[in-house]
């Protein structure tokens, strides 16, 4: 059912967290446009003017691991000033009493995690890039001293001091295997839920968009929030095609 006005999906939506006892969100990108992140693959969005470097090139060269490193420090002003939406801001009222009993997100942004939601209840099916991995031994660096080695060395970015593998944010990259973890993580949540809600996210990109169909299929109610339609739909409970924050904000605790 696509509701036909802002009031009326916001009401339907009351109805159906209320009768709900396990509310798994799902995001992306769509949640944090209004905390000025950019949507990377909307038309437009940044990779249609800019090819993604392929993990497998990224492991291959040097310059290419140096090209990544410096898009990824000219990105830090949107990331580093990012702070939590209203979108955000609901889901963890919900975390916070008790409803949600975790988030599966294609975002990478960490705003879940900075609204109050434990880092072990935020489940990154694409991981994250506010912090870097050592990609042989998996030990975690921190962007700043990344970026301090990465200046020191004249644009060069640096290596494991450990074991020499390479660094790279803990995102998952074009070409790079989904995390096991997470995709087993996010399935059982899928699973388990009786509300799932589908936040912002085109629900295109595989195999991501399967969870929705996952939770339909043992029998949860299936909520979508995007201002664009998705092919989905046609199967949910309920559809707002309405600002995400505008349509979230009344569920945040006061
Ligand atoms: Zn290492």
Request: proline content about 5%.
């Amino acid at each position: 059912m696509i509701a036909a006005d802002l009031v009326t999906g916001i009401q339907r939506l009351m109805e159906l967290v209320e009768g709900a006892t396990a509310v798994v969100p799902f995001t992306g990108a769509g949640i944090s446009t209004e905390c000025g992140i950019p949507d990377f693959r909307s038309p437009g969005g940044i990779w249609t003017k800019m090819r993604p470097i392929d993990f497998s090139e990224f492991l291959a060269s040097q310059e290419m691991r140096d090209e990544s490193w410096r898009r990824r420090f000219a990105m830090e002003e949107q990331f580093g000033a990012a702070k939590p939406g209203r979108g955000h801001r609901a889901i963890a009222s919900l975390y916070q009493a008790g409803k949600v009993p975790g988030i599966i997100t294609q975002n990478i942004d960490n705003l879940h995690q900075a609204s109050g939601v434990a880092a072990d209840r935020v489940v990154e099916l694409h991981g994250n890039t506010t912090y870097a991995i050592c990609l042989d031994c998996a030990k975690r660096y921190e962007l700043s001293w990344v970026r301090q080695r990465y200046a020191a060395a004249g644009g060069r970015s640096p290596d494991c001091p450990d074991c020499g593998g390479h660094i790279k944010t803990a995102t998952v990259s074009f070409g790079q295997a989904m995390p096991e973890d997470a995709m087993q993580r996010a399935q059982e949540l899928a699973e388990s839920s009786d509300l799932f809600i589908a936040v912002g996210s085109s629900l295109v990109v595989w195999p991501a968009a399967g969870f929705p169909l996952v939770a339909k299929r043992h029998g949860a109610k299936l909520v979508i929030i995007n201002r664009d339609p998705t092919d989905f739909d046609d199967i949910a409970d309920l559809v707002v095609h309405h600002d995400i924050g505008a349509t979230l904000a009344p569920f945040i605790a006061q």
